[in-house]
């Protein structure tokens, strides 16, 4: 079948006369936005708070607005109670030890409307064990995630292997600062290379060689400036270079080792200052006190860079080479210092081919022969500090903001693609999943997969499609009806008097009853059929096997069969036939649904059970359907009411569709984004024809193509799911976008979803023409005023 252009000249048996076949499949849009603005939410600490990570988030912001003011980051800090009120000009605070606090972090994100949400992560600043808090609060975001992992661990334990891959499963783009975890990332976590970008930690861009300036600033002239800074703890090394003091004196006796940094705070919290004692004492002890100078203090930015220009060579001696990422390294290659340092793997990154000098861990001989060898030949020193510089141009704040508002634009969703809500897809896509049993279930990309047969559900949902599909010739129509109808039929089994449901390829059934839903399924299927089939053969196939299945159906308690069943009832009795059993249906569906929202909403929870699961509207509009027949408008209220409710749940602050996802099914009284799924997004469309139907109002239409829109990118992550060409449809969106199988119930889905789009724009007058004011005021409009709500936005 093709694509229906808005210009397309049809022929009298509905063909077009010219035919554009377009699919949609291979275009999503730009794989980077590259001059679009966008708005993130950045989550991880943030200054005032004494750490690394805080640092690197205010650096972040800074950077960003002052190099690409076209994204703007609204910042969520994570910190302990008792700490929110140091925050000020924050979009949000983050109690990190608070699940409560990250949901409701969440939730505030999604309803901004923020183009992605920017995640730190490190697992110490999260709560629970290893930090695992963090896995909700990712689970709950709706925009696309960019995670920067601080630390990736060679042997991390099981609790932080878990949380490191489920950020990956969750992450469209990542981001680390060095090779080595972009390569360990890929290959002991499963990250997608194509998803990992590496960016070295940003750096400042300020002139080379000043240090005789800022060393006359300080009181060090004449010095030798040795110098380690940031905060202070076991693991820093400092002792190795302080035992390396006295042989570096005894050759340089001018030189000095500066200590900037105040003590870790959570160090400083448990033990005190007794750490830097120690330090002090040891000084002491190796006589060499005099030649150790402590800034005991926590310092900003642009002065700690002013300290760090007065030295000559700079150290950092950790213990732990695991280390991914030092801030503090960055900025003294960038300020153009030599550097001594272990070859933790940071280091041994950026200080590789003579940019700096790598030495072996825990020795202060090694440390102390390093130093001694730079003072000693100022050639080698000068020449090492100008390597150390010209490297550093690649790490300087520019560069740096250049590369991660890449990233970012990489990660925000492009623009949906804008289709005509009239144009036709095509069936090839239906029928290359279909063959002489019925339509098979599932699929490995677009071939159809053998190996998990076929259902009851899809070749209902075929057949109620052969109903309403346009473009088939009437052989054509009734040779794959009779197809799907047969599927139905051999479904019954009168032993247990229901159907079954799942069949192996080879045509065996799994199971002697299916599920109350399938139930469901089947006498909607057989309803809809009996009242719609061009064929009236097929009509009257369809109307013996409802008879034969509804007085069975009674069994049936199960809230969502009985609304597919109900749907069913109601199709055929709007063809004005007096059926006392459908009618029966109708009436025990529409009382149990009623007595089911009486006893389960709430004021913040204006629906029949405590949980959302899937093909959520069909309670609704099968309440809508049963108080239209019945003649009960309470009960079209009390439809038309929920149907408002999830249809608000189901739309994103920025205005389009967002399925209730299914990583949903079994939270009472909450929500989750993913995974989306068309089997939603068709019910939606079609409830809303219902309630389009009952009531003329324009929210409905609205609505409806809203969710239609969601096939074509209108969705959290700007993936194109429909495929007009075709009329294939991939299974849904997931926090990195499209799942590309494309099954039978998600063809189907789109498909159905089309025609019910398609009979809201061009549809007949409602059958009840009578006009009821209900209690919310909502009043039935005429032909009229139907028809002027539904012309082209």
Known sequence: ???????????????????????????????????????????????????????????????????????????????????????????????????????????????????????????????????????????????????????????????????????????SRIMVMSQHGADLLTAHYGAPPELVAVIPHGAPDRPFGREDLFKQRFGLAGRKVIMTFGLIGPGKGLEQVIEAMPAIIARHPE??????????????????????????????????????????????????????????????????LQQATSGTLSYAVALGKAVVST?????????????????????????????????????????????????????????????????????????????????????????????????????????????????????????????????????????????????????????????RNFMRFERTWCEEAGSDDSFGRAVWALGHTAANAPDPDIAFWARRWFDTAIPHFARVDSPRAMAFGTLGACALLRTGEHHEQAWALAERSGAKLAYLLDTSRRPDWAWFEAVLAYDNPRLPQALIEAGRILHRGDWVQAGLETLDWIADRQTAAEGHFRPVGSETFGLQHDQKPFDQQPLEAQAAIEACATAFAATGNRRWADHAQAAYRWFFGANDRGAVLADLASGRCRDGVNPRGRNENCGAESILAFQLAHYSVLEMLHGEQPADATRTKDAGGEVEQSRDIRNQSLAHP
């Open 1 to 171: 079948m093709g694509y229906h252009s808005a210009g397309d000249a049809f022929l009298g048996d509905g063909q077009p006369a010219a035919r554009k076949i377009v699919s949609l499949f291979n275009d999503d849009g730009p794989l980077a936005n590259a001059h679009r603005p966008g708005r993130v939410a950045l989550v991880g600490t943030y200054s005032p708070r004494k750490c690394g990570i805080a640092t690197f988030t205010a650096d972040l912001v800074e950077q960003l607005g002052r190099h690409h003011p076209a994204i703007s980051a609204e910042v969520y800090a994570l910190d302990h109670a008792g700490t929110a009120d140091q925050y000020a000009a924050l979009a949000g605070w983050i109690d990190c030890s608070q699940p409560d606090c990250y949901a409701a972090a969440a939730r505030q994100i999604n309803e901004s409307a923020v183009d992605a949400v920017w995640l730190q992560h490190e697992f110490g600043i999260f709560g629970g064990p290893d930090g695992d808090m963090v896995c909700d609060f990712a689970d709950r975001l709706a925009a696309p995630l960019v995670v920067t992992f601080h630390t990736v661990l060679g042997a991390p334990s099981p609790g932080q292997r878990r949380i490191t891959e489920h950020l990956i499963a969750r992450a």
């Open 255 to 320: 030189a000095v080792y500066r200590v900037v940094g105040a003590t870790h705070p959570n160090l400083l919290a448990r033990d005190g200052e007794s750490y830097r004692e120690r330090l002090v004492d040891l000084a002491e002890q190796l006589g060499v006190a005099g030649h150790i100078a402590w800034e005991n203090r926590f310092l900003g930015t642009e002065e700690l860079l002013d300290q760090l220009e007065a030295c000559d060579i700079y150290v950092t001696p950790y213990f732990n």
């Open 343 to 499: 070859p933790y793997v940071h280091a041994r990154e950026l200080l590789a081919d003579g940019i700096g000098v790598l030495v072996e861990p825990n020795s202060s001989a090694a440390i102390s022969a390093a130093v001694i060898r730079l003072l000693d030949d100022p050639d080698h020193f000068a020449a090492t500090k100008r390597r150390a510089y010209g490297a550093g141009r690649k790490t300087i704040w520019p560069r740096f903001a250049d590369a991660t508002a890449a990233l970012l634009r990489q990660a925000i969703r492009p623009d949906a693609r804008d289709i005509p809500l009239s144009a036709t897809p095509g069936l090839l896509g239906l029928f290359a999943t279909s063959d002489s049993t019925g339509i098979l279930q599932h699929a490995i990309g677009v071939v159809p997969d053998r190996r998990h047969g076929y259902c009851l559900d899809d070749n209902a949902r075929a057949l109620i499609l052969m109903n309403v599909a346009q473009g088939l010739s009437p052989a054509e129509r009734l040779g794959w009806s009779s197809t799907y109808a047969s599927f139905i039929q051999h479904a019954w089994n009168p032993d247990r008097s229901t159907f």
